[in-house]
């Protein structure tokens, strides 16, 4: 039995190297690669980069509002604080927001997807239906009513938005389910007296595995985008940093009117950037994944 | 003589290498013949036909030989001048799968009248005029030139495209697989609108196709093809009742036919070639139950051995 | 013949499939139209026997084939295997039906997981039954299969090999639990002309070995000559005729086998040309005609022809027939 792993390992290391290859033929995918590589340095290595200790309350009220000097790369905030600090650590809270909703909303949506495809009937109608609700009512407007309700914590607003967003993938991968069903090599997997379980676990996932990662390296540029809104608006958790709240707390003090723009260009910079990252990465991943992967 | 091919060679450029899909082949048809040009997928009996009208794709390369039509050099031809007076009008061809590439949107009439139009300068009225007259003659209800392909059947839809390619009354006419993908009924239909055409019109043509049974249905002549070469040619009787070449035989005596009993198969063993690196010597030797020291070395003549009859076999032509 | 020696016997199966039609005619009509692909078949197969079945597109075959599976499941009849009604069976019941009902499919590009390997995909149906000594077996099955050395092919991908090769795996795949019956969906018609025979040579030698019986679907008459015992002939959805192949080939008694005989070709340029007996096309299945399917095209169409439905009787010893014109 060796010898099978042996020559599998082969295969997939074959399979890498021409889907790493494909991918690096991808202008924007490279770009996107590069703008994410980049953030996600900085706020892993957020404690050894910026100067100053990230704190709630301790910052020089004799440095408030201050624009971008020696001192303070990107300025000050009302409380005297570092703002670069800020959105070094608030890059953390950002992206592990983006990438738990992500994958929450993927598995979710996924498991609609395959049930909805592969038993179609009465289970298919009921979760489409939800779907098409849930796709029906503006996302954000839904969103504040459920955070209202709620209440403001972390793990609040990762699970407001996975609620809503699975209904994208579950589509997708019910589609390719419903295709894939119609090939004789998963009919012939009935044939020999699989399991459905079987049968959706080992033949119908990793045949849409693909799909669904690609899938969720879009969710997550909008996950990261859906949070900043809903922290902007203040209905994210106060006690810890994002670059929505960073946001946030500009708006309340003014910034805007005040002109104090270090406090909020450097903030909406990031999350453009790296929902645009993410957006570059995932459509490079889904030119490649598109159902060509035939190999005769 | 009608068409008159010697020493085609066609090899594609690939990345991998040269595929020599045809390499030194020769064929000679009289007028009213209809050959029939046989062999399994890949054995190059397309591209020798794709060759002759010049429609070659782009990475396909003729490299040596001669073609002639009716006196005609197809080979040197200027390209405008083959367009103007060869292509369509002494030569034409029905591609396999012809049926189902008929433009969804358009009326089938109305396709008809299009091509007529580009080769001929008539009005509308004389090409739906003309359009009439070629769905009488392959059998279409003229009423039905103004529905659109997807309201013909198979047999419709093969039919309007036999009658696509006999718009200007050419001389040889080309049909690659014509009657595969049909039903067994309808298949009839066609063959018997072929057998027509061939006795009405004189229409000279050339079936290409792996299936053996519908060759000697409507063919007078066969050249079967093997690996880029041709094995085996001359009059169906004598090819089909009495091959020489081991090919040949291997294939005729293993033939399902719906008339007799269970014969007991005696398969070629092995697999058709690579044409990229195709076996030295005879490209059938690795099959072959006579296979000699020289059929591994020296590539075999084509030689005649009586009367019109040609193989190319070490074992038979020492 | 009688139902002790039947492996299988279908009694009047039926497979009806709903058309969906657009909302404008639910709301006009209301009234559900169906797809009859498969409207009252009846036959047995018995053990070690190759029964075929033939027609041309749209006559309801292949689907015929599925249902007797249930990978398709049936509108109505019953499906005796051994004895016992398969369309009652329950889950557990069903996958011991299906160690011993197998299919082969006409793509051999298609019916091959293209992410498994030769060994994984031959293997699987025995970890699906919980049978161990798999490299063993797998090993026997590809040998059975005609593919030596089979260790060469366990760590292949299907891409790497040829559409006969690729059969040639899917048989061994079908072959591996030894079962007592396969259906065999026009498991050559894509092949190379030249590979066709070895792969029927190799079913035949395995239903001699193993007493296997086999469902030959087909549209090629030529083929079911080669390898068929018995036949029946379908025509939208209806069994018109069955017999011993030679039988059925040298006295056809509907007018629709005659006519499928007189149009089939023969590899002999000396011999009868195929005919096109009858004219047009096989009808589109949704609109049924009323009485004999086949009295629309059929020359010798009478009154009663196209009011009642001909019942298949048996005319000669081993013969049937769907038609009011045989006595």
Not at chain 1, 78 to 92: F, K, N, S, V, W
Not at chain 2, 104 to 122: K, S, T, Y
Not at chain 3, 56 to 76: N, Q, Y
Request: net charge neutral; charged share 25%.
């Amino acid at each position: 039995m060796i010898k099978i792993t042996e020559t599998k390992l082969s295969f997939y290391k074959k399979r890498i190297k021409s889907f790493v290859g494909r991918f690096l033929e991808s202008r924007l995918g490279l770009i996107g690669v590069f703008i994410l590589v980049f953030f996600i340095f900085i706020s892993v290595f957020a404690n050894y980069l910026s100067s100053y200790p990230i704190s709630a309350t301790k910052g020089n009220p004799r440095d408030r509002l201050l624009p971008p000097n020696r001192k303070y790369l990107l300025g000050t905030d009302e409380m005297g604080r570092d703002l670069a600090t800020q959105i070094m650590y608030g890059g953390r809270i950002s992206l592990a927001v983006g990438f738990l909703a992500a994958i929450i909303s993927g598995v979710i949506g996924t498991a609609v997807g395959l049930a909805a495809g592969y038993f179609r009937g009465r289970v298919e109608d009921l979760f489409m239906r939800i779907t098409d609700i849930i796709l029906v009512i503006p996302g954000l407007p839904l969103m504040i009513v459920l955070a209202a309700i709620l209440g403001t914590s972390f793990w609040n607003i990762i699970l407001v938005i996975s609620v809503i967003g699975w209904t994208g993938t579950a589509r997708v991968v019910r589609a390719q389910v419903l295709s894939l069903k119609e090939r004789p090599f998963i009919e012939s997997v009935k044939a020999i007296g699989a399991s459905d379980f079987r049968i959706l676990l080992y033949h119908l996932l990793p045949n849409v595995f693909p799909l669904i990662v690609a899938q969720m390296v879009l969710r997550i540029g909008n996950a990261i985008l859906t949070e900043a809104s809903l922290s902007f608006l203040g209905l994210g958790d106060p006690t810890i940093i994002s670059w929505g709240m960073i946001l946030h707390w500009a708006f309340s003090v003014g910034a805007l009117s005040a002109n104090y723009w270090w406090y909020i260009i450097p903030p909406g910079i990031c999350i453009t950037l790296v929902a645009l990252g993410f957006t570059f990465v995932g459509y490079a991943l889904d030119q490649i994944v598109n159902p060509r992967m035939r190999m005769r | 003589m009608l068409l008159d091919v010697k020493d085609l060679k066609t090899y594609f450029e690939t990345r991998s290498g040269y595929v020599k899909a045809v390499d030194n082949i020769s064929l000679d048809m009289e007028r009213g013949d209809v050959l029939g040009l046989a062999g399994e997928s890949g054995c190059g009996k397309t591209t020798t036909m794709l060759a002759i009208m010049r429609l070659l794709p782009s990475n396909g390369r003729v490299l040596n030989g001669s073609i002639h039509l009716d006196g005609l050099d197809l080979l040197n031809m200027e390209e405008e001048q083959l367009r103007q007076d060869v292509r369509w009008k002494k030569l034409s061809m029905v591609f396999q799968g012809a049926m189902n590439a008929l433009n969804p949107v358009f009326r089938v009439g109305d396709q008809l009248v299009q091509a007529i139009r580009v080769h001929e300068n008539v009005n509308k009225e004389k090409a739906l005029k003309r359009v009439e007259e070629l769905f009488t003659l392959v059998g279409i209800d003229p009423k039905r030139a103004t529905n659109y392909p997807h309201e013909f059947s198979g047999g419709m839809k093969q039919r309007a495209v036999i009658a696509l390619s006999l718009i200007c009354n050419p001389d040889l006419l080309i049909a690659d697989e014509p009657v595969t993908a049909l039903d067994v009924i309808v298949q009839a239909q066609i063959l018997e609108l072929i057998r027509d055409l061939r006795d009405k019109l004189g229409l000279s043509m050339i079936m290409i196709t792996h299936d053996l049974s519908v060759i000697a249905d409507v063919c007078n002549k066969a050249a079967i093809m093997y690996a880029g070469k041709i094995v085996e040619k001359g009059d169906i009787v004598t090819v089909f009742k009495h091959p020489e070449h081991p090919y040949s035989q291997g294939l005729l005596t293993n033939y399902p036919s719906i008339k007799g009993g269970k014969t007991k198969f005696k398969p070629i063993k092995g697999r058709p070639p690579n044409l990229i690196q195709p076996p030295p010597g005879c490209r059938f030797h690795p099959r072959c139950p006579y296979a000699m020291d020289i059929c591994k070395k020296e590539e075999p003549e084509m030689v005649e051995l009586e009367g019109g009859h040609f193989i190319s076999c070490h074992l038979k032509t020492r | 013949m009688s139902p002790e020696n039947a492996l299988i016997e279908i009694k009047d199966l039926k497979k009806w499939f709903p058309v969906r039609t657009g909302l404008l005619h639910a709301l006009r009509s209301g009234e559900q139209k169906y797809v009859k692909a498969v409207d009252g078949v009846s036959f047995n197969i018995r053990r070690g026997e190759i029964y075929g079945l033939a027609g041309e597109s749209g006559c309801g075959k292949t689907t015929t084939g599925k249902v007797i599976l249930r990978l398709i499941e049936p509108s109505d009849g019953e499906i005796l295997f051994r004895g016992r009604d398969v369309t009652r069976l329950k889950k557990r019941e069903m996958k011991e039906f299906r160690r011993r009902a197998q299919i082969i499919y006409q793509d051999p590009y298609e019916s091959l997981d293209p992410r498994m390997t030769i060994f994984d995909f031959v293997a699987e149906p025995l970890i699906v039954h919980n049978i161990g000594d798999i490299e063993k077996n797998v090993a026997d099955a590809l040998e059975r299969a005609e593919l030596v050395p089979p260790e060469e092919y366990f760590y292949r991908f299907p891409h790497e090999l040829s559409g006969g090769q690729r059969q040639r795996v899917a048989i061994a795949r079908s072959m591996i639990l030894n079962p007592d019956f396969v259906v065999a969906d026009e498991p050559v018609s894509m092949l190379d002309v030249s590979i066709r025979s070895s792969i029927l040579d190799l079913m035949i030698r395995l239903r001699d070995d193993l007493d296997i019986s086999y469902l030959y679907i087909t549209h090629d008459l030529a083929t079911a000559n080669q390898v068929c015992d018995r036949i029946g002939i379908m025509y939208l959805g209806k069994l018109v005729e069955e017999a011993d192949i030679r039988e059925l080939v040298d006295e056809p008694l509907h007018p629709y086998t005659k006519a499928l005989i007189a149009a089939v070709p023969v590899p002999d340029p000396e011999a009868e040309k195929s005919r096109a007996v009858i004219s047009g096309e096989v009808p589109n299945p949704v609109n049924v005609p009323p009485g004999c399917r086949f009295h629309p095209r059929c020359a010798y169409a009478m009154d009663i022809c196209k009011k009642e439905i001909p019942e298949l009787r048996e005319v000669k010893e081993d013969h049937k027939v769907a038609c009011y014109l045989v006595k």
